[in-house]
């Protein structure tokens, strides 16, 4: 069973291989820690939800994450309903993090790189509005943080076409069923999202 265990956790670091970034797990998810006023959350969609909430947790400061649907028109949305591509909702990951460990520059910078934000209504071979680029600010502070960090990549060479990220207001988060929740952790499967190159 050790064994077993340690290759998962080898192929799920494999695969959040490709961010530059230090490494911690996440230990709490975003309901045990909801009463900690330390801490702030932050919403991306970035392709599928499973590599991208690997991503997160392995990130210094991170301190809880979940996956779900948010800005969609549809309440209670189920994967099927997003799948269908039809209420509106992007596959998200709520990140619960320290402010005094990371900043949340520093977690748009991990976003950058862990997706193509080129990519319109799709990542790689997931096509549809569920897997589009997109960051839900939380307050306007971080809304500010987006548009200029936004503005950085298209202007810093790095990328050879717009970046097609949608920044808008954070809406109901509505969390995923069980199954998805630390998929990558879980069954060790092939993350779906495209890390941006270089």
């Known amino acids: 069973m050790r064994i077993l265990t340690g290759t998962i956790l080898i192929l799920a670091a494999a695969l959040v291989g490709a961010c530059d970034k230090p490494t911690r797990a996440a230990d709490k998810s975003p309901a045990q820690i909801g009463g900690d006023a330390t801490m702030e959350k932050a919403m991306f969609g970035a392709g599928c939800f499973w590599g991208v909430e690997a991503t997160f947790r392995e990130v210094e400061g991170v301190v809880g994450t979940a996956v779900g649907y948010s800005g969609g028109t549809l309440e209670n949305p189920t994967y099927e309903d997003v799948c269908g591509d039809k209420t509106g909702h992007a596959e998200v990951v709520l990140v619960t993090f320290d402010p005094s460990v990371i900043s949340y520059d520093q977690l748009l910078d991990v976003f950058w790189k862990c997706h ?76 779906c999202h495209l890390p941006l190159d270089e």
Do not use: C
């Not at 202007?155 to 998805?180: C, D, L, M, N, Q």
């Open 116 to 191: 193509d934000p080129t990519q319109v209504m799709r990542q790689g071979p997931d096509v549809g509005s569920q897997y589009r680029s997109a960051i839900f600010t939380f307050t306007p502070e971080q809304k500010a943080a987006a548009e200029a960090s936004k503005n950085r990549l298209d202007e810093s060479g790095r990328v050879s076409k717009p970046v097609a990220t949608e920044i808008t207001p954070a809406s109901t988060f509505w969390r995923a069923e069980e199954y998805h929740q630390r998929y990558v952790e879980k069954h060790g499967g092939a993350a």
